[in-house]
């Protein structure tokens, strides 16, 4: 029986020696792709430092990539902007989401087979995490919440999207200063008498994964009828109501402020209250913001 002890005593040291070994020998680098909602992860290690030598030691290198991924991506995942005033690690700390959690949508991300560099000194691989996933989870209500309405229907051109613009600097709400609106998992969208006109509750999660997409203003800027890409118009459609966006607010400028009158032409509406609960929303950012590198 001790004998049974130390031989799993031995296997839990030698397992968790591995795993510290390879996240000391293992780099990684990357970026949140916030137009594309996914983390682009690149894992190396250097054979030389690692004292791995080849053609033996390769397959020894592709365990110590897989061994310390996962605890090379968490920090990064971790400290992914939900809304305006918190990351991840926050909701962790609050027990709104476990660990086991966040390591299942990390260890779900498809890996690329491992490449070695052209003077065989590194070995690497690509992993793509997909922010679709953390959205689902972190979208909890059963049913969307109700949407602010007009006491009386006013007529108002159906759209079939939203689109706000908001990618050049604009007063920060409460402060005298102005900023870029930067991205974030769930934004809330406000007009200018600071009623919330848009969040995460309002999404029927039938409809969607994800409350809002992030492009670059190139994307809707295109020579097409509507102006707009193949892609983003299978979103929005061809006939998309366009906000300029008034200002920005939050302790982390995330939410976008839009004129009252613009926010009437939402609310007033069935059908463009509507494209709320469906996600039909688009943010057009400062090209700068959109990915977020470590």
């Known amino acids: ?3 049974i002890k130390r ?3 031995s296997g839990l040291l030698l397992v968790l020696g591995n795993r510290l070994f390879a996240q000391n020998m293992v780099n990684i680098s990357g970026s949140v792709m916030w137009e594309h ?3 682009n992860a690149d894992l190396s ?3 030389a430092q690692a004292g791995i030598q080849l053609p033996t030691g390769r397959i020894y290198a592709e365990e110590l990539i897989s061994d310390g991924y996962q605890h090379l991506i968490r920090p990064q995942l971790l400290s992914l902007p939900i809304d305006s005033s ?3 690690r926050d909701l962790l700390e609050q027990g709104k989401i476990s660990l086991k959690t966040t390591d299942l949508i990390s260890g779900a991300a498809p890996a690329r ?3 070695m560099s052209t003077d065989l000194s590194t070995l690497s691989t690509h992993y793509t995490v997909d922010l679709r996933q953390l959205s689902t989870v972190l979208m909890r209500h059963d049913h969307p919440s109700d949407i602010m309405r007009t006491l009386i229907a006013t007529p108002v051109v159906s759209y079939t999207g939203i689109i706000i ?5 604009m007063p920060v709400h409460g402060k005298r200063s ?6 974030c998992l769930f934004p809330k969208v406000w007009d200018t008498d600071m009623n919330l006109i848009y969040d995460r509750s309002m999404v029927d999660k039938q409809s969607t994964t994800t409350m809002v997409r992030y492009v670059p203003p190139q994307r809707i800027f295109q020579d097409t009828p509507s102006g707009l890409d193949p892609e983003l118009e299978a979103l929005v459609g061809n006939n998309p109501l366009r906000i300029i966006a008034r200002g920005v607010f939050g302790i982390r400028p995330t939410d976008p402020i839009i004129d009252r009158d613009d926010a009437l032409l939402i609310i007033s509406s069935e059908q463009n209250r509507t494209l709320l609960r469906e996600g039909k929303v688009v943010i057009v950012l400062d090209n700068t913001t959109l990915t977020t590198t470590f």
């Open 37 to 39: 909602l996914e983390i």
């Open 45 to 47: 290690v250097n054979l």
């Open 1 to 3: 029986m001790v004998q």
């Open 113 to 115: 087979a491992p490449a």
């Open 7 to 9: 031989m799993i005593l």
């Open 86 to 88: 918190t990351i991840l």
């Open 178 to 183: 102005s900023a870029l609106t930067l991205p």
């Open 165 to 169: 613009i908001a990618n050049d600097p």
